[in-house]
């Protein structure tokens, strides 16, 4: 695969102040133009220079612009392996400038040497105050991204607008830019055509089609909490399954119970998985014995996998079951509940964030949810669903030797 150029990033290439800031919408190819950028910088320095690539965390970065950036150096055969060192996060090109790796949430980082360059991607989620600190320390030019899902300190603090053909920012020292997915000429027709038929729901669309700056409405699940990790004394109670292959990733959550709440734990988010795939990656966590609950539209897969052995039963789709409402409704119910999502669950993170209500062709909102990065969501609806009390039904589940809290 080849990272060509697009109209996006020839539009990064074209900014020239200090302060570059860049505000998006979906699958805009933001941050490749910028890595694309910041590569072709450091290949041609006359004189060695340092770049600080920062995001929120590190197994946001890792996930994220640390393999866009490896991925691209790859594809380009332009990587050597001796020049990656993999303790420091850094690596050095044959001019002998170097592009490292770090997170917003280590001070010492934050508060370290000078650099050249900066680039915090998605900077909406990194505080103000880091961003303050790593700009002070940065003498070149500094670029920032984000979603623009709500307002922020960026638009304050610059004087950001969008609401002109051509977005500007206040600050003499400082481009803005709006990026969409328009600017991406690479993009896939289908995920296009997912975007573009959004466009009724006006709020979704002006941050995710338009890259303008709104408080996006129809959010499903609000006020979950990112922690660090999983307490020593939660226990692993359940698994949430979601089946995928080609397009739709295969999705499992680990849930754990602590105080009162459930914590969220990433195992898998990955297309392409054959139901051995899944089996084995069940079979190798540490506690393998671990009721999953899955889709129950895929009998077979859970059939199949079950014979492994591996606790797994479907989830139980009674009438209205993820329609809001619905006296069985499993999304109301989780709604209520007290929720934790650790952060090196990245992409479940961005299915909790981006986990929505479609609308209609009026653009109202309807009790069915949008399907657009619904999986990391419904695989833990799956999960939690074990826990939701059934008054109706006495009925006992059981797999293996392990009976569901229903009964």
């Known amino acids: 695969m080849q990272f060509s150029a697009t ?67 790859q594809a380009h055969n332009y990587y050597d392996d001796n020049r990656w060192n993999k303790s420091d996060y850094t690596y050095t090109f044959e ?3 170097k592009i490292e790796f770090f997170s917003a949430d280590m001070p010492s980082k934050v508060r370290g040497p000078r650099r050249d360059r900066l680039f915090c991607n998605e900077v909406n989620n990194i505080a103000k105050e880091s961003w303050e600190q790593l700009l002070l320390r940065t003498r070149e030019f500094a670029i920032a991204d984000w979603n623009p899902t709500t307002d922020f300190f960026m638009y304050e603090d610059y004087g950001l607008h969008d609401e002109h053909d051509v977005p500007y920012a206040d600050d003499a020292d400082t481009d803005f830019l709006i990026l969409t997915y328009k600017d991406n000429e690479s993009l896939e027709p289908a995920i296009v055509g997912e975007i573009e038929k959004r466009q009724m729901n006006k709020q979704w669309f002006r ?15 609000k006020g979950w909490k990112i922690i660090e990790d999983i307490p020593h004394e939660a226990r692993l109670e359940r698994r949430g399954l979601d089946f995928g292959y080609s397009n739709d990733p295969t999705v499992i959550v680990n849930i754990y119970y602590y105080n009162g709440g459930y914590i969220l734990d990433e195992v898998v988010y990955r297309t392409g998985m054959l139901n051995k795939d899944i089996g084995d990656m069940l079979l ?33 789709k009674r009438p209205g079951y993820v329609r809001r409402g619905s006296e069985n409704s499993l999304i109301d119910w989780v709604q209520t509940q007290q929720v934790s999502i650790t952060k090196r669950s990245t992409n479940l993170i961005k299915s909790y964030r981006n986990f929505m209500w479609q609308t209609d062709k009026e653009g109202n909102f309807t009790n069915e949810y949008d399907h657009f990065w619904s999986d990391g969501m419904m695989a833990t609806i799956y999960g939690l669903s074990n826990f ?18 229903w009964s």
């Open 7 to 73: 109209t996006a990033t020839k539009k990064v290439i074209g900014l020239n102040k200090r302060i570059r800031l860049l505000a998006g919408g979906t699958s805009a190819s933001k941050t490749i133009s910028v890595l694309l950028y910041l590569i072709a910088k450091s290949q041609t320095d006359k004189t060695p220079t340092l770049t600080s690539i920062v995001s929120e965390s590190f197994p946001h970065l890792k996930r994220g612009a640390m393999r866009d950036f490896l991925n691209i150096l």
């Open 95 to 97: 001019t002998g400038s």
């Open 207 to 221: 941050v995710y089609g338009e890259g303008k700056r709104g408080e996006v409405e129809g959010k499903i699940f």
């Open 284 to 316: 190798a966590q540490a506690n393998p014995s671990t009721l999953t609950i899955a889709d129950s539209a895929e009998k077979k897969s859970i059939d199949e996998i079950a014979m492994r052995g591996i606790p797994m039963i479907g989830v139980i």
């Open 388 to 405: 939701q009390p059934q008054p109706e039904s006495k009925e006992e589940i059981t797999s293996g030797n392990i009976t569901s809290l």
